[in-house]
């Protein structure tokens, strides 16, 4: 009995072993953005998992026994690095992860900035500069690569066909805002996660807090820059798909200023909202971003 079903599984193994496609491989990514740019490059030999999923904070994230687990059975980690998942090395430990890790950020030129109390901080939301982001989509291919060697050339081919889509993408946020004066491309958001945006595509975006949302603001920095949005002609403040938008609304009705609408900073929104992926999140900030500087109603020379 038992020999001839052992000879029938070899001949269903043999008879299948063909026809059945390899089992997709388990990916898990740190937060939405790395999720979804995974999900580009591995199609359907990918399964992916975002620890911190749409509208999430990964600054400030609590791990779960859910996401360990999810941790210790996955063959490829994705990590942003430069400091933005804090908790993610407790997790991989208690995990008894053994998968790789592919810090996505690899090879990026890093921002760095002064910060009240933090002394000389990194800013980890190299993501918001499409030239970084194409940098991410080749490591995660290269990552894939590593894990998985036969399938390489599928991985290749949709890094390829989604660097050229993200090229595109760059060149148009570029025209859009290059349309606006440059004497009108200053804005507030909630915390400073735009700086690499700003850098990358010519506008001036002010925070209310630092680099991270841990940060609590400072009576004296948001009086800075209430008084800096009313001399500098400042009139328009965005809120974050995941902050809580109280003080920077505050800080607009201070100014005498307005909302400009809703950014997607360090995470997508879900499938049913405007930015549920990497280029349609810069699509939507950069129509967001362009509506709301027209507004900036009284440039000033700077
Ligand atoms: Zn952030």
Redesign the pocket.
């Known amino acids: 009995m038992t020999s001839r079903f052992a000879w029938l599984s070899a001949l269903l193994i043999l008879v299948a072993g063909p026809a059945v496609a390899a089992p997709p491989l388990q990916v898990v990514a740190s937060f939405s953005i790395l999720a979804d740019m995974a999900r580009e490059v591995g199609g359907d030999q990918v399964q992916v998992t975002a620890l911190v999923g749409p509208d999430g904070d990964a ?1 400030v994230y609590e791990p779960t026994p859910a996401d360990a687990k999810l941790v210790s059975r996955a063959d490829l980690l994705i990590v942003n690095g430069l400091g933005y998942e804090g908790w993610f090395d407790r997790l991989f430990a208690s995990a008894a992860a053994k998968a790789p890790v592919v810090v996505a950020s690899t090879g990026i030129r890093p921002r760095t900035m002064e910060e009240e109390g933090e002394g000389r901080v990194t800013d ?2 190299a993501w918001q500069d499409l030239a970084n982001g194409r940098r991410y989509v080749a490591n995660i291919a290269a990552a894939l690569a590593r894990v998985a060697p036969d399938r390489a050339a599928v991985f290749d081919a949709n890094a390829r066909a989604y660097d050229q889509r993200l090229a595109a993408l760059d060149a148009w946020v570029r025209a859009e805002l290059g349309s606006i004066p440059r004497e009108q491309r200053w804005a507030i958001t909630s ?1 400073d ?1 735009f700086g690499y945006f700003g850098q990358a595509y010519g506008v001036g975006l002010l925070a209310a807090v630092g ?3 841990e940060a609590e603001p400072t009576a004296r920095g948001v009086a800075a820059l209430v008084r800096q949005m009313k001399d500098e002609a400042v009139r328009v403040v965005f809120v974050e798909n995941m902050s809580d938008p109280r003080l920077v609304r505050q800080i607009a009705r201070d100014a005498g200023g307005q909302v400009g609408g809703e950014l997607y ?2 995470a997508l929104s879900p499938p049913e909202g405007p930015a549920p992926t990497y280029e349609a999140m810069f699509r939507y900030n950069t129509a967001t971003l362009k509506a709301g500087l027209e507004a900036n109603a009284k440039p000033v020379s700077r």
Do not use: F, Y
């Open positions: 600054h980890p939301h915390h996660a680099v991270s949302t900073a360090d």
